[in-house]
């Protein structure tokens, strides 16, 4: 047998790409029970440091109740107020709890799977109303790990309670003969430890579905080796704009440096600020003066300064400029046509080299 991959076979880690492209589509890296053993545990420490909080809003509540309790007249006019009132200290004891648990399970989301804004997951899918579709996501490696969870939690949290019951039962009828301070603080012990038992089971779930979650994310991300190849191409484009980038590039790299080109030059020639074209002439060697480097707008400006600082003659001549620009390539000699208005330039630069010399 062949140890070859199949063609569909997902072999290839998820490019950065692929990850992208998931994430612009919905499709994130997320534990749920990251999240809820997260805000369980911090939600513990909430009520643990503010239960006396808790206590003195309902002890207020109550002394107000029973204190205006005889001048009080509920009647149908009478009723709204007082439900405000009742609604108003119930808010007071609620609202900051549910409020730091909303902020707590949005941050531990946004922990996961960073900050990522997008409508697609809320598109219509054929997929999510197709039954076949739908049995195969219960089948599925994912469905049958997330009825394990479920599974797992009735596991974990029934025999704590059940052990944790059973020991402080006979307490617990002893529970009335107690002081009502006394009786609050137990019970809250026996809470908070029962909770924390709780809690530290469901962290080790949660660490376990977080492993799993990452592992199938990675595993749902991979790709074939045509859906790797068709990547690529997507990303270096169409072959014969590859080509023409190519030709670009090696036109490009066979071009003089911008410094040592202006150096090598006799004059170079401006329109003043639009083109500059910088030409050199080897009597020797040369039939005719040629073109070295060109340029307009920025690169014109770049070009006359450049020769400026190092002491190449400029000379303006904006028919000429514009001439040499658009009629004669990089690296080429200047036509017949071009001779005498070239040569009376370079004459007045030679001459003048010659009075400084």
């Known amino acids: ?22 994430r612009e589509d919905g499709n994130l890296f997320k534990s749920k029970e990251f999240v ?14 503010g239960v006396p909080r808790v206590f003195q ?4 509540m109550m002394q107000e109740t029973l204190l205006n309790a005889p001048e009080t007249q509920i009647t149908v006019q009478s009723a709204p107020g007082l439900f405000v009132r009742a609604a108003l200290h119930v808010s007071d004891i609620l609202l900051p709890f549910f409020g730091l648990m909303l ?26 109303i197709n039954p076949q579709q739908g ?14 969870k479920a599974i797992m939690k009735i596991v974990i949290v029934a025999p704590i309670a059940f052990l944790n ?27 908070v430890v029962m909770l924390a038992q709780m809690i530290v089971a469901l962290v080790l779930l949660a660490i376990i579905d977080f492993s799993f979650e990452k592992w199938k994310y990675h595993e749902d991300l991979k790709m074939t080796d045509k859906e790797l190849k068709d990547e690529r191409k997507q990303q270096e484009g169409d072959p014969h704009q590859r080509g023409k980038r190519k030709q670009m590039a090696r036109e ?52 006359k300064q ?10 303006e001549d904006r028919p000429l400029a514009r001439a040499l620009y658009s009629g004669v390539p990089e690296g080429h000699a200047i036509p017949e046509e071009l001779y005498t208005a070239v040569a009376t330039i370079l004459a007045e630069v030679y001459r003048d080299r010659g009075e400084r010399t």
């Open 306 to 315: 450049f020769a400026l600082d190092n002491d190449v003659p400029v000379v």
């Open 252 to 303: 490009m790299a066979q071009r003089p440096r911008f410094d040592h080109a202006v150096m090598k030059a006799d004059v170079v020639v401006t329109n003043p600020t639009h083109y500059a074209v910088a030409l050199a002439y080897d009597r020797m060697a040369d039939e005719a003066p040629h073109v070295i480097i060109k340029g307009i707008r920025k690169r014109a400006l770049r070009i």
């Open 36 to 49: 809820s053993a997260g805000v369980l545990f911090l939600g513990g420490l909430m009520l643990y440091y």
């Open 1 to 22: 047998m062949s140890d070859k991959p199949e063609k569909h076979e997902k072999i290839h880690d998820p490019t950065p790409q692929r990850i992208k492209k998931a």
């Open 103 to 128: 902020v707590l399970g949005f941050g531990l989301n946004v922990v996961q799977t960073g900050w990522n804004i997008t409508l697609k997951p809320l598109e219509p899918k054929a997929s999510r």
């Open 57 to 60: 809003s309902m002890q207020r």
């Open 165 to 191: 019951i059973r020991y402080i039962l006979p307490d617990v009828l002893q529970l009335h003969l107690q002081a009502l301070p006394q009786a609050l603080a137990t019970a809250a012990g026996w809470i």
């Open 135 to 148: 049995l195969k996501r219960i089948f599925s490696s994912k469905g049958l790990f997330e009825a394990f």
